[in-house]
């Protein structure tokens, strides 16, 4: 069964920082992988799909990677700001195209 | 606007009431889908639709129901059956059920059972 596993669990940074948030999965047959974003007590927001054929997407200053082999994603967000203070949460479809879900990486960007 | 509705946004009930949860997209998409939140858990899937009058169980379908007799409308039911209904409820919707396709999530309910 895949297993999601996102580190780290939570991050407090500065603002102006870059960032590194990790999605790992345990079976690399996979059809794509979400990026989300939720705000406390609110539905997810998308932010950017990355098909298996893909190495990476990007959009604004968010830039999302993708190495099936290793089972790895990685979203990287530039220029941090507290505007960005919320969960990221990854999700990876595999065979039965229903998405599998990280528990998320909580990241608050302070002025 | 388009986009997927769930209402109500709080929702109390007491200990051996069913209770149904409405959810309402506008996207024209044929798949539907319900998950539950708890706090520090990933998403987990209850139930899941790719068409009308077609509903499949997800990962923790026990003690909930749905139903999909309109391509719009996907509500979901908890029933007393559930041992610890007590937590945040999301819709979700996508074009269908193939690699392509973005998920697109409601604002969530939250269901609260004492």
């Known amino acids: 069964k895949q297993e999601v596993t996102q580190i780290p669990a939570a991050l407090s940074v500065p603002e102006g920082e870059n960032l590194v948030l990790n999605c790992s999965f345990t079976d690399s047959a996979i059809y794509n992988l979400q990026w989300f974003r939720q705000d406390p007590g609110k539905g997810l927001t998308s932010l950017l799909l990355i098909q298996s054929s893909q190495r990476e997407q990007t959009s604004g200053r968010l830039n999302a990677s993708l190495d099936k082999s290793s089972g790895r994603s990685t979203l990287y967000i530039a220029a941090s700001q507290p505007g960005d203070s919320a969960t990221y949460l990854c999700?990876?479809?595999?065979?039965?195209?229903?998405?599998?879900f990280g528990r998320g990486t909580s990241l608050i960007v302070h002025p | 606007d388009g986009g997927i509705t769930q209402s109500p946004k709080y929702l109390f009930r007491k200990e051996g009431q069913n209770v149904t949860l409405s959810c309402e997209q506008n996207l024209n998409h044929d798949a539907m889908y319900w998950y539950r939140q708890d706090p520090g858990q990933g998403l987990r899937l209850i139930y899941y639709s790719q068409i009308v009058n077609d509903f499949q169980k997800g990962d923790i379908a026990e003690g909930y129901s749905v139903s999909r007799e309109k391509k719009e409308s996907f509500p979901l039911t908890v029933t007393s059956a559930q041992k610890n209904p007590t937590a945040f409820y999301l819709c979700a919707s996508s074009q269908g059920l193939a690699s392509s396709y973005e998920q697109y999530f409601g604002p969530g309910t939250r269901l609260t059972v004492t």
């Open positions: 999700a990876v479809e595999g065979g039965s195209y229903i998405p599998t």
